[in-house]
């Protein structure tokens, strides 16, 4: 059931990137350690956009280690989910205030991201995916069941 694919813009893909579903961008800390933080995502065609801001954990750690891995799980049913690993090739802070505005749109249902700060630089961290590899929907009939259940 599952497979590689080969790039972010096959439909499958896009369609767990269009959702409100979290992702959980895993970066390298300076002893070689994980950090794991769950975020919000968006990709511009093949390339994984984060929106986070200048110093903090995860934009310091791919400053040092470029290597990252994203888990994407399906809000609609948690056992479809995307992982992919590969490397922030980019960082900007070009048009990333009207970005965060773009995602708290998806997210928050907000016009504009309600932490704005004139202190925090946002900046957005550009991924270049290496592997991809999808889990399609399944379980239907579990979910279905347990939901009705629970109702």
Sequence with gaps: MSRSIDRVSDENIVRLFEGRNFAFLATVRKDGSPQVTPTWIDRDNDTI????AKGRVKQKNVSRDPRVSISLVDDQNPYSMVTISGNVTEQTSQGADEHIDKL???YLNA???PSHSPDIERVILKIKPEK????PPRYQQYLSKRNHNMG
Excluded: Q
Excluded at 49 to 52: K, S
Excluded at 132 to 135: L, M, Q, R, T
């Design 104 to 106: 708290a749109r998806r």
């Design 111 to 113: 016009d504009k991201y």
């Design 132 to 135: 991809i590899f999808f889990v």
């Design 49 to 52: 956009l984060i929106n986070t």
